[in-house]
């Protein structure tokens, strides 16, 4: 299995925070990777059964080399708690928040099982748990820019 995990405190309460990250809907604002989400079937917001889409690039030297779409299950959903979700059915990813002075420690993590050959180029020949925590660790400097300075 492979996990990574990435932290940041932000200035801000862990209910805003928690709001903020659990609308898919902004991911594009935040991450380097996921460009776009939107709930699909039925789904207006996050709630555990929910399913979203995310829109997906990898890009090399900025220019795009994939791009791919996503389909999750929200499976954990505790506002200002922790949001979690498993896409395409074997990557979990969850937030967890916890007050920390007078903002919020968020937590991001993954964790999956490399499926296949192609699974195993991508895990252990193009280290992609690593490009993953790099792209964690983007993402919540830039939901903290953009709650701390809106």
């Known amino acids: 299995m492979s ?6 405190t932000i200035d801000r309460p862990p209910a805003e925070v928690w709001a903020a ?3 898919i809907t902004r991911m594009g604002d935040w991450s380097p990777e ?3 989400g939107r709930w699909v079937g039925g789904a207006t917001g996050p709630a555990i059964g929910a399913t979203f ?3 997906n690039v990898a ?3 900025g220019r795009t ?4 779409t996503t389909t999750s299950e929200v499976t954990a959903c ?3 708690a922790v949001f979690e979700f498993v896409a395409e059915g074997y990557t979990t990813w969850r937030y967890s928040f916890e007050a920390a002075g007078t903002g919020t420690r968020v937590t991001e993590t993954f964790d999956y099982t490399a499926k296949g050959f192609m699974g195993f180029v991508y895990d252990k ?3 992609r748990p690593k490009a993953m925590t790099k792209g964690m660790q983007r993402t919540l400097e830039r939901v903290k820019a953009g709650l701390e300075h809106p």
């Open 125 to 127: 020949v193009l280290f």
């Open 53 to 55: 889409e995310g829109d």
């Open 21 to 23: 990250i659990a609308d």
């Open 78 to 80: 505790e506002p200002g």
């Open 34 to 36: 996921c460009i776009a």
């Open 3 to 8: 996990t990574g995990s990435a932290s940041i």
């Open 59 to 61: 890009k090399l030297a």
């Open 65 to 68: 080399i994939k791009k791919w």
